[in-house]
């Protein structure tokens, strides 16, 4: 094979793999550019990819975690050997997912229209922002002095707004929804959030105590069996 045609069957894949995974609207960095249509596309036309969601939601945890171990001494206080993986897989991807079924729970009682995996997908993709700001904030941390680094919390601020703002147009356009409409679902939805994790602490704790009883339990008739 010469080095050509190599170089010509390089190309033909490459260009297969953008026109099948990065061509169209599947393109969740599309979001970044043209975030109405993207958002659109998703409702009508279904483009949206699981599998670009899924990849989203794990560099989302990924960064999410990387930002609390490698940020800059000077603007963390976290002691590695206190790091708890759970804690912040609490605070990004199972919120995800949570604010996920929390959203799709309450648009069934409220006339949405929104499928669960379209709520998914929509989610995901807006997380962009907040990748992108945890990898540069965690990156700047290590060589910017307190004074310069005003300049990324105001990034920061940003990000969080478009963030925000995307999550609103994106249920909006999901659901069908008015202005206020989307305002109380988004409301509602945290409501949710908070009450489906009370439940879910609560049956941790409550399985907990099972969980101990029966040991109790069975280590006083062993105790008594054995004497």
């Known amino acids: 094979m010469t080095i050509q045609k190599l170089w010509s069957n390089i190309y033909i894949f490459l ?15 599309l979001m970044i550019t043209h975030p109405v249509e993207t958002m659109e596309d998703l409702k009508y036309k279904k483009n949206g ?34 790091f708890n993986i759970l804690v912040v897989l609490c605070t990004s991807g199972l919120m995800v997912l949570l604010f996920v079924i929390a959203n799709w729970a309450l648009c069934t009682l409220l ?42 919390s105001i990034v920061g601020v940003c990000c969080n707004i478009w963030f925000v703002v995307l999550m609103f147009y994106g249920a909006m ?12 679902n988004l409301l509602a939805s945290l409501v949710a ?21 029966i040991l109790t339990l069975y280590t006083e008739c062993r105790m008594r069996l054995l004497s």
């Not at 260009?15 to 960095?29: E, Q, S």
């Not at 990849?55 to 490698?70: D, H, K, R």
């Not at 990748?131 to 965690?138: D, E, K, V, W």
């Not at 959030?193 to 009883?213: H, K, P």
Request: with cysteine; hydrophobic share 55%; proline share 2%.
């Open 173 to 184: 356009t999901i659901h069908n929804y008015k202005f206020w409409g989307t305002l109380l």
């Open 111 to 152: 006339n949405g229209e929104g499928r669960m995996v379209d709520i998914y997908v929509m989610t995901c993709y807006n997380l962009t922002p907040l990748i992108a700001f945890n990898l540069l904030s965690t990156f700047l941390s290590r060589f910017m002095i307190s004074s310069e680094f005003t300049f990324v």
């Open 193 to 213: 959030m908070a009450i489906i994790f009370f439940l879910i602490f609560l049956f941790i704790v409550l399985v907990q105590q099972l969980y101990v009883f």
């Open 49 to 82: 990819s699981v599998i670009y969601a899924s990849l989203l939601l794990i560099a989302f945890t990924v960064s999410a975690i990387i930002q609390e171990v490698a940020t800059g001494f000077i603007y963390s206080t976290l002691r590695i050997k206190d």
């Open 15 to 29: 260009k297969a793999f953008y026109d099948k995974m990065l061509a169209g609207r599947k393109n969740p960095f």
